[in-house]
């Protein structure tokens, strides 16, 4: 694929786990990708990993600060020259409840997890637009399955909700959405339990394919909704 017509992805949360794994399908692929991430080190090693090509652009950069996602967006369109896809993964968890909680931590989480792919889609519709591109969002099985007590999965609920809402605002004008909701994956995300859950998990590179599999739908199909268990996860 020549350069000049070869697709370009702003992936946020790209230095690892889902979003790195995501960038390299891509990359594979003849895409040109641009990733964001609060971890400078983590980008810096998947540019090391990847041999730096040329059509890999690291942002650093925080997902819920508006300032920085438009930064990126235009760093991106000003080095590739055009957007097609974004794919809002940044995210993470505190793994803990409302009754016994840290609070300090709920603030960032949500923001991240909610005001994140809200800020990406508003800097990128006017690109997305021209391009007649997709949205993609990275959800969780959180947000279609209630937990006692989970602060992280009603921010995934949210997700869900807007994955629907921006569908309906943006399909006029020719843009995909769609959400993909993984269940359990063997990621980052656990770094902070200090041990991952029982059972077989899925790996970043299998949600990545599904990630990859909606991006490369032919113009006038708009897949909305993927979800991914591993087998023998019951909810």
């Known amino acids: ?12 949360g790209g230095g690892s786990g889902i979003g790195a794994a995501t960038a390299r399908q891509l990359l594979d692929r003849g895409h040109r ?9 983590r980008l810096n090693g998947l540019a090391s990993e990847l041999g730096s090509p040329g059509g890999l652009l690291t942002l650093p950069g925080d ?6 996602v ?14 097609d896809t974004v794919v809002a993964n940044a995210g993470f968890a505190t793994h803990d409840t ?12 949500v923001l991240t997890n909610v005001l994140g792919p809200a800020l990406l889609i508003h800097a990128a519709l006017p690109h997305l637009k021209e391009s007649r ?26 997700v869900t909700g807007l994955a629907e809402n921006t569908r309906r605002m943006v399909t006029a004008d020719g843009v995909g959405v769609t959400l993909v909701a993984p269940g359990r994956v063997e990621t980052p995300f656990w770094d902070t339990l200090g041990t991952l859950p029982d059972g077989h998990l899925l790996t970043g590179d299998q949600i990545a394919d ?8 032919p ?10 268990r591993p087998i023998g996860q019951p909810v």
């Open 98 to 109: 409302l009754a016994d909680g840290d609070p300090a931590g709920w603030r960032e989480m």
């Open 33 to 41: 990708v641009a990733v964001t991430g609060r971890n400078a080190d």
């Open 133 to 158: 591109g997709r949205i993609v969002l990275v959800g969780s099985v959180a947000g279609f399955q209630n937990t006692p007590g989970n602060l992280y999965g009603a921010t995934k609920w949210a």
């Open 210 to 217: 599904s990630i990859v599999w909606a991006i490369g739908q």
């Open 70 to 83: 438009q930064s990126a967006v235009d760093a991106t369109v000003k080095e590739f020259g055009r957007l």
């Open 219 to 228: 113009h006038g199909v708009d897949i909305n909704t993927v979800i991914i």
């Open 1 to 12: 694929m020549s350069e000049h017509v070869s697709p370009v992805t702003l992936i946020t």
């Open 63 to 68: 997902a819920a600060d508006h300032a920085s």
